[in-house]
Nanobody, 126 residues
Framework: QVQLVETGGGLVQSGGSLRLSCAVS????????MAWFRQAPGKELEFVAA????????AYSDFAKGRFTISRDSVKYTVSLEMNSLKPEDTAAYYC???????????????????WGQGAQVTVSS
């Protein structure tokens, strides 16, 4: 079992930066892959980025590459998403997710992830 709690959402101006954090609790975290997803109003949930806890291998969606950075802290047991050059279209609820790393590569489908946080709202004003 894994429990996830997101913090760090808020309101930021276009071009600004924001850092989301996901506190992770549970056992055998080395076995897990962690990810961030987002859902904008009226839109489907979409993959943002993922990281493998064991070796910090990462994967990004096209819109996140070059602007967002996912990382994990094995001492604090957190997964972070650093977001730079934010745009109004980045406005969404952002969710932390986890799955037992049963796949050889990081996966991007929401159905692949078993555990979810409650979400953190990010609003980017123009």
């Amino acid at each position: 079992q894994v429990q996830l709690v997101e913090t760090g959402g808020g309101l930021v101006q276009s071009g600004g930066s924001l850092r989301l954090s996901c506190a992770v609790s549970g056992s055998d975290l080395d076995d897990y892959d962690m990810a961030w997803f987002r859902q904008a109003p009226g839109k489907e949930l979409e993959f943002v980025a993922a990281i493998r806890w064991m070796d910090s291998t990462t994967a990004y969606s096209d819109f996140a590459k070059g602007r967002f950075t996912i990382s994990r802290d094995s001492v604090k047991y957190t997964v972070s998403l650093e977001m730079n050059s934010l745009k109004p279209e980045d406005t969404a609820a952002y969710y932390c997710a986890a799955e037992v790393g049963e796949y050889p590569n990081l996966v991007r489908g929401e159905d692949d992830y078993e555990y979810w946080g409650q979400g953190a709202q990010v609003t980017v004003s123009s």
